[in-house]
């Protein structure tokens, strides 16, 4: 049973999984419970299996629409009764009720009275529900998926060459990837994959290279796969295109492959396959497109970065599209509107930045809000119409083509993803949403679980990851390969934001004067108080069943006990948050997930402790000095963010046995060693952030720095926790400096550790035992000089992928990474930074096969002999696709001239066309970098 469901069915499958529970657990054996709650089960189960049926369906009837509904609503208050009903049940066992006066006694009799009867008419509400559904017969007459006649893409394939803006750049790009030769790969196959967001203009840039190159080929061919391919009909229209005769429909697909290779076997053939969504149907195309060595090539567009990487995997190339810049996005707005490249109505220009700005460079939302202004010239039309970009234009008729091509996207979504995706839609646009932050809030609204040994939180890892594959989630911050700040497009929030209201998923509130947003009760809750002047009012709108809310801008002035159902709680955003608003917090029994972020936090609230259920608590940007000694009781508690310095009551973090993650535990003093070694005794500890803030003291004790070395060891003792899969240390801009020398010859047992990061000193040199770290992925090590044996234990470790180093300078003046085929053999970025000038740097023929980023930062003083006839074996590193190259001046940047500048510039000038010489013979014609720092 698929327990993650899609928005529509709000939240059948978390509520089955609990209901199951109840039933295997001594809650549910409780006097007139069991049965009730097994009738509820029975009853959703079968709700459930039709919502599921629903789920893909763009359009419903409105019986359909009114059925679905009723049983979300009726899904949501099951859930709120169960946990009511758990939470009352914990507490008994807990003896919070169990006093055996007679009052006490009879409010407990109560208590269970009510639960029940309330699961009971629940129980009558879902029977109803069902009867329902098989009285009118809902299912059968639920429509299929919509579909259209005409291909929303279509316009894209007949766009004439002159209305196009910013495509000859792209086009030349990918024709010399297909056109390129290098030694060996003349008559070899090349995919060229095209991947970005649905609206960017890939099927458009397609084509025109499509009609570029054709006619160098003895045969081409252009197809589409579309969402849900029909494999024959493809091969079919592949095959007509490369003159394949005798196809018939009749054919098996094993039959069908063996024409196109027997037809293919000699020719050279140019085939674009536009839209394709999943590796299944490219599997199916490559067996039939086979390498016939004749230096044939396929185009391929797709939406998903995942399937781009499966479909040039060999010796292939990705090519990511961007959106348009503000100066081609304001040509192509007013070329569509105008016909001409600029603006000629100056009382416009204001609401055209606003409109183009909302489009965020997206070719399809230009040319789809441009049209709606076609000898439009009142500037009252052109606001109505920038005020439109939102839920009234996703539902605008006029608009069509570009929503049904934004629903491809959402409805190829599985479930699961379809709910995380919406629940984006509590963000406001242009807002940077932290990854970390998402995820734990998935986790804490039952989006995501563990899975096959993933804990919850790498299975939102996994989540997010796709989203971002899939381009509807746009990376921001990118380190080691992994973005760790996400946005989403302006277009594409409108659109979600609208698919939530509808199904009364996430309720957004951002005017004084707003009224109720629906009949139904408030289930999600977001509040925009940023550019109001006075308080939202929240008039209106039944608030005891709201499960998240979040806060933007000033506080609500309504006191937390009135979100008496509240699971997440997100003040991440509130203004002017103050102690005093975090009154009767402990009344939120349900609270699951917690994050505040105010300077004016100085303290928890002292009964923070009574959050039994409270998960994730992120108090990492406050003024919080000191955690309360009832912490302890947080015994579900996953995930502690905190500020660097906060001080843990002692004998603490021993007993949170749940934990998870902890960021950051700051060590400040000697007399940490003990807190250290309890780091040990958490099993489910995966990932540990540590501060030292060790200050030179010049007291009888010497300086703390002394004690670091028996501190540092009591961390390591710790690593034998099996789970620990992130370990960082760093310090604070004022510690002392310090080394590991000492302690580095003792390894830790784990081999679980996939991230490891040490940045609060300098080490000699790389520990021998760091080959055996087989699982780790990303490291990042200061060491005072680099040797060729550093190198070598570091290109021991298999799984490696992201490796940064920095370093005063090398063994004898020189960095040279071996090219013995041997080592980094997993390695994709690599980032090396020397502090001191004179080291030359050279990657032998072998050496970093798999090597896509190199980033280089050095200082250019004296560098003239060792750098300026270098190019630093750049052209040994084949796969390469980015290098980044960073020159420290010598000089503070100063206005005036400097002659000395000039030296630098012409240092640069020297290096950079050498290494773009170099580059440009590469396959995969890497982008070149280069930053000058003062």
């Not at 001594?26 to 299996?49: C, F, P, Q, W």
């Amino acid at each position: 049973m698929d327990l993650l469901v899609g928005v529509s069915t709000g939240v059948t499958g978390p509520l089955l999984s609990k209901l199951s529970m109840l039933l295997d657990q001594e809650y549910g054996k409780l006097k007139g419970v069991h049965k009730h709650i097994k009738s509820l089960r029975d009853e959703l189960t079968i709700m459930n299996a039709t919502l599921q049926m629903i789920a893909n369906s763009e359009e419903l009837n409105p019986q359909m629409k009114d059925w679905r509904d009723k049983v979300r609503e009726l899904a949501y208050d099951m859930e709120d009764c169960i946990d009511e009903f758990i939470t009352f049940v914990d507490h008994e066992h807990d003896g919070l009720m169990a006093s055996k006066g007679f009052f006490h006694k009879l409010k407990k009799v109560k208590a269970r009275y009510k639960i029940a009867s309330q699961i009971e008419e629940l129980k009558t509400c879902a029977v109803e529900v069902s009867k329902r559904q098989m009285r009118y017969n809902i299912v059968q007459s639920t429509p299929s998926s919509s579909t259209s006649s005409i291909d929303p893409r279509l316009p894209a394939l007949y766009e004439e060459v002159d209305r196009l803006v910013d495509i000859d750049g792209p086009k030349k790009h990918i024709i010399e990837c297909l056109t390129k030769f290098t030694e060996g790969s003349s008559t070899q196959l090349k995919v060229v994959s095209i991947v970005g967001c649905g609206g960017l203009g890939k099927t458009t840039l397609a084509k025109q290279v499509y009609q570029t190159i054709k006619s160098q080929s003895s045969c081409s061919a252009f197809v589409s796969v579309s969402r849900n391919p029909n494999m024959k009909k493809i091969l079919r229209n592949i095959a007509e295109g490369v003159g394949i005769i005798g196809y018939t429909t009749d054919d098996d697909i094993e039959q069908v492959i063996d024409k196109f290779r027997k037809h293919l076997q000699c020719k050279r053939y140019l085939v674009v396959i536009d839209d394709v969504w999943d590796t299944e149907a490219w599997k199916v195309i490559r067996l039939a497109l086979f390498d016939n060595r004749s230096g044939s090539r396929i185009v391929v567009t797709t939406r998903n970065a995942s399937v781009a990487s499966n479909c040039s995997s060999d010796g292939g190339y990705v090519y990511h599209m961007e959106p348009l810049c503000f100066a081609d996005s304001k040509r192509l707005f007013c070329k569509r509107a105008f016909g001409l490249e600029e603006l000629c109505y100056p009382h416009l220009k204001e609401v055209l930045y606003g409109i183009l700005e909302k489009c965020g460079g997206l070719p399809l939302a230009i040319t789809t809000v441009s049209s709606l202004l076609v000898d439009q010239r009142t500037k009252d039309e052109w606001e109505r119409v920038l005020t439109a970009i939102g839920s009234t234009l996703a539902n605008n008729p006029d608009v069509g083509n570009m929503t049904k091509i934004l629903s491809f996207s959402y409805f190829d979504l599985p479930h699961h993803l379809r709910t995380c995706f919406s629940y984006l839609s509590v963000f406001p646009e242009d807002c940077e949403i932290e990854k970390k932050h998402l995820i734990n809030r998935w986790i804490a609204e039952g989006f995501v679980h563990e899975e096959n040994g993933q804990s919850a939180y790498e299975a939102g890892e996994r989540y997010f990851s796709d989203l971002i594959n899939r381009s509807l989630i746009q990376p921001v911050d990118i380190k080691y390969g992994q973005a760790r700040v996400c946005r989403v497009h302006d277009i594409l929030l409108d659109f979600i934001t609208c698919k939530a209201a509808e199904v009364n998923f996430i309720t957004s509130v951002d005017s004084v004067d707003h009224g109720p947003v629906s009949d139904y009760k408030v289930r999600r809750l977001c509040v925009d108080n940023r550019n109001i002047q006075e308080n939202i009012l929240l008039r209106g709108l039944i608030l005891s069943h709201v499960r998240s809310l979040t806060i933007f801008g000033n506080f609500v002035q309504i006191p937390l006990s009135t979100f008496t159902a509240l699971r997440v709680l997100d003040l991440e955003y509130c203004q002017m948050l103050q102690d005093h608003h975090l009154a009767y917090i402990e009344k939120l029994f349900h609270l699951k997930y917690l994050k505040v972020n105010s300077n004016l936090i100085t303290e928890l609230p002292q009964k923070i402790g009574e959050l039994r259920y409270l998960e994730t608590l992120d108090i990492s940007r406050t003024g919080i000095a000191e955690l309360p000694p009832n912490i302890v009781r947080l015994q579900r508690l996953a995930r502690l963010y905190v500020c660097h310095r906060p001080i843990f009551p002692d004998g603490i973090i021993g007993q949170m046995q749940s934990l998870e993650e902890l960021d950051k535990f700051g060590v400040f003093s000697y007399k940490h060693e003990k807190p250290l070694k309890e780091f040990g005794q958490l099993t489910k500890l995966r990932s540990l952030t540590i501060r030292c803030d060790l200050h030179w003291s010049t007291d009888s004790e010497g300086s703390q720095a002394d004690d670091l070395d028996s501190c540092m060891e009591s961390l390591i003792s710790s690593c034998t926790v099996r789970n620990l899969r992130i370990l960082k240390l760093y310090n604070s801009p004022l510690s002392c400096p310090m080394s590991l020398d000492s302690w580095c010859s003792a390894a830790p047992t784990t081999n679980r550790l996939q991230k490891f990061h040490i940045t609060f000193c300098y080490i000699s040199k790389v520990p021998n035992w760091m080959s055996s770290l087989r699982n780790l992925k990303e490291l990042k090590l200061y060491i005072y000089s680099l040797s060729p044996e550093d190198f070598e234990i570091l290109g021991e470790m298999p799984s490696l992928i992201f490796l940064n180093l920095k370093t005063f300078y090398g063994t004898n003046g020189r960095i040279y990474v071996c090219g013995d085929n041997k080592g980094f053999s997993s390695l994709k970025c690599f980032s090396l930074d020397i502090i001191y000038s004179g080291t030359a740097v050279e990657f032998e023929a072998g050496s970093m096969p798999k090597l896509e980023h190199l980033k280089l930062e050095f200082p250019l003083i004296e560098m003239e002999s060792t750098m300026s006839a270098s190019e630093f074996g750049i052209r040994h590193l084949s796969n390469l696709t980015k290098v980044d190259l960073v020159f420290l001046s010598c000089f503070h940047y100063d206005s005036n001239y400097d002659p000395a500048a000039d030296k630098e510039d012409s240092i640069i000038k020297s290096v950079a066309t050498l290494i773009k010489a170099v580059a440009e013979a590469l396959p995969n014609n890497p982008t070149i970098k280069f930053e000058l720092r003062w």
